[in-house]
């Protein structure tokens, strides 16, 4: 549900920053949730950087270099100073990618929460400085706002000890290092979404998630709960993706260290943002750029090639721990909107009884297999800020509630 921006009262901002990104919309501070308006500011360090706002009468998209996340967060803020007072701005909710498992869902940003943040940065450079960043700058800008966090792992936290325990030696899982998962937020809409169907048996049943963006997690849910994950202690374990390596043999941090003089910090650099599709391809992370030159560059090809083939082994993977698969469903930039990708996923699934309809492939249809496949696979168009709003709405009335203003 969408309202004018002129009849804002109080509000509700979210935020999601990327590697190269920062998403973010508004909301009206009730509910049920009626938003406001939505945009991102994309292609942060580069000369086209695009900054677009749609909604509320907001309409625009404007292109200019943006060097770097400093000046996105400023452009950003400005931009939301101008038009939004500080009272009326109740909190803002931030996806966080860090596990906070001891925190449930969400909690309030405390000096605690941040003070782990960035001790975490170093194994996620690509999410929780920027994060912080605009913690703090929105602090300053909204000082009467809560700062709330959303956990992006909590949808994975009752995975069973097989899928979450590393194969380290136990202290370190004594110590809270664990395969935590990411793009749970993701997930979470995408079960509600699943759950609102007529024939709401998908989210009862054994599903995989294959969300596939800039980042990919692969992730698979029985009777509503995930029960394993292709991403691991952080965002860079799994597949390849646009720039992050996925799973590495890890003996070779040592082979690099020993034979090409690479650092443990240059190693965690090359894996975040020299590699998946960048590094294979030579050229570019962009999956729909490369796919729109792979019948001339090899490497394009080959790059194109092997991300459609580690996402079908993590989906036969997920099938695996399943022990069976009824519904497969498509999510993320790529998931959504690439059906060469997906075709050449689904390809190599028809031992799991996947058969797509070419058409509805092409249309980017709401439900792209054919009546006569086993699995029923789904394209949903996934939606975290909505439930990034919720949970700060939520946070808010537990916080009202509470004698002390505690929760």
């Known amino acids: ?60 998209v404007r292109q200019f270099a943006i060097p770097d996340h400093v000046t996105a967060v400023r452009v950003l803020t400005d931009w939301l100073q101008e038009r939004i007072a500080p009272s009326q701005l109740k909190a803002v909710g931030h996806r966080i990618v860090f596990e906070g498992t001891q925190n449930g869902a969400t909690c309030e940003v405390t000096p605690k929460i941040l003070e782990a943040m960035f001790f975490a940065r170093s194994y996620d450079s690509e999410h929780l400085p920027q994060e912080r960043l605009l913690i703090e700058t929105l602090k300053r800008s909204f000082p009467d706002a809560a700062q709330v966090a959303c956990f992006d792992s909590h949808f994975h936290d009752e995975m069973p000890t097989v899928a979450s325990m590393t194969t380290l030696p136990r202290r370190f899982h004594t110590a809270g290092i664990r395969r935590s998962g990411f793009h ?28 596939l963006g800039g980042g990919c997690s692969v992730t698979a849910v029985s009777a509503g709960r995930s029960i394993d ?20 043999d890890p003996g070779l941090a040592w082979r690099l260290f020993r034979e090409h003089d690479i650092s443990v910090s240059q190693f965690n650099h090359i894996t975040n943002h020299e590699s998946g599709l960048k590094g294979i391809s030579g050229t570019t992370g962009d999956l729909q750029q490369l796919m729109a030159i792979s019948a001339t560059d090899h490497a394009a090809a080959e790059a194109v090639a092997m991300f459609c083939y580690q996402a079908k082994k993590q989906i036969g993977a997920m099938a695996c721990a399943l022990e069976g698969l009824d519904t497969l469903v498509f999510a993320g930039g790529i998931g959504e909107n690439s059906s060469m990708a997906r075709q050449g ?63």
């Open 229 to 248: 994950t292709s991403m691991g202690v952080t965002p860079a374990g799994g597949m390849l993706m646009a720039t992050r390596s996925g799973d590495v």
């Open 1 to 60: 549900m969408n309202v004018p921006y002129s009849s804002l009262e109080d509000a509700v901002l979210t935020v999601n920053a990327g590697s190269s990104s920062i998403k973010f919309a508004v909301f009206e501070a009730r509910l049920p949730l009626a938003q406001v308006l939505w945009g991102s500011i994309d292609n942060v360090g580069a000369v086209d950087s695009c900054f677009r706002v749609d909604g509320g009468g907001q309409s625009f």
């Open 345 to 407: 996923i689904c390809e190599g699934l028809a031992f799991l009884g996947v058969e797509i309809d070419s058409e509805l492939n092409l249309k980017n249809a709401p439900v792209i297999s054919t009546t006569a496949s086993q699995v029923i696979v789904r394209i949903v168009a996934t939606n975290e800020q909505i439930i990034i709003a919720e949970e700060t709405m939520r946070f808010l009335g537990k916080r009202e509630r509470s004698p002390q203003g505690v929760t």
């Open 184 to 211: 749970g937020i993701s997930c979470a809409y995408i079960m509600r979404e699943l759950a609102g169907l007529a024939d709401s048996d998908a989210a009862r049943g054994k599903l995989v998630i294959a969300h």
